[in-house]
């Protein structure tokens, strides 16, 4: 499976993979279509940014 890492992730951390797509300004369809094909390094590194973002905010929500 293409972009394991970055599903593996997300889904490791309750991140669901429309809540990266909405971070990112993009549909999830979009999101979801981009991930059938392997994505950039960089790309993947602004994704695990944006699950770590997700992370703290939900963490922060949930201990507040």
Known sequence: MKNLDIRLMAAGRGIKLWQIADSLGISD???SRKLRK???ESEKQEIFAIIERLTRRDENANHG
């Open 29 to 31: 369809c979009t999101f």
């Open 38 to 40: 392997e994505i950039t």
